[in-house]
């Protein structure tokens, strides 16, 4: 089975032999490449359609999850803050969200210490030679954000390594591309154009976890042992899958 991502330039081909690099600088290129590997060219961007909706939702809520069991004390003011807004007689709905603004802050605060694609913006390059903060920079070089190095910057955010979503209720940043500090979807022209469906599939299924479940580690595990080491894939995802226990709170049906 072949697995094929690609952006409209670098096109990465994952097999049982090892990965493999291909650049792709046109359209031309691109249609023969789909040729050489036996897969129609719309199902190239389809399968990249998959890829990048599905892992990146799935990688952030594993990230938020851990987070939740490493602070009790946040998972409990945000059952509280559900509680208080939805109740226990039925299920978070989407129009709750704007209701949630710790909930939210999870979220943001999630994407600031972990977020699922690190490095943004394969698609963009020099197009002269350009001299920038005393760096030379020949055409035809691509350039990469690097977001995760924004996020943890102590001239930027207080206190980056801790874990902190009031940050976020104190300020409202928008993650949408509005704020360059936490741009996880990319900004500009060529902002993610699936940014709106992930963030409001994300924020609906972080509420519905955590109002009816309460999340902990096993019983025979601690905090010192859950591993927070990050792995760069397809997404900067945990490198040990997390394994905690989900405690019913309310019973209720999903809708």
């Known amino acids: 089975m072949i697995a094929v991502c690609f952006t409209s330039r670098v096109v990465k081909v994952d097999e049982c032999i090892g990965p493999r690099t291909f650049v792709v600088s046109s359209s031309k290129q691109l249609a023969c490449f789909s040729i050489l590997i036996g897969v129609p060219l719309h199902a190239l961007s389809l399968q990249e359609m998959i890829f990048r909706g599905t892992d990146t939702t799935a990688i952030l809520m594993e990230w938020i999850l851990a987070e939740m069991v490493l602070h009790p004390e946040v998972q409990a003011r945000a059952q509280a803050e559900l509680d208080a807004v939805v109740g226990r007689c039925r299920t978070v709905q989407e129009a709750d969200m704007a209701l949630l603004p710790y909930v939210n802050a999870i979220i943001k605060e999630t994407l600031r210490m972990h977020p699922p694609g690190p490095l943004l913006s394969w698609a963009r390059l020099a197009t002269s030679d350009v001299e920038l903060a005393g760096h030379h920079v020949p055409a035809g070089t691509t350039a990469m954000v690097n977001m995760w190095a924004i996020t943890h910057d102590a001239d930027i955010w207080e206190k980056p390594d801790r874990f902190v979503p009031d940050r976020f209720v104190e300020e409202d940043v928008d993650v949408r591309g509005g704020d360059l500090r936490l741009a996880p979807f990319g900004a500009g022209r060529r902002v993610c154009p699936g940014r709106a469906m992930g963030l409001a599939t994300v924020q609906l299924w972080t509420a519905r976890l955590l109002h009816h479940f309460t999340w902990s580690l096993p019983e025979d595990k601690m905090a010192r042992d859950l591993d ?24 209720l049906p999903f809708s």
């Open 228 to 251: 927070l080491t990050e792995i760069l894939k397809l997404s900067s995802e945990m490198k040990t899958p997390l394994r905690i226990t989900a405690t019913p709170r309310i019973v």
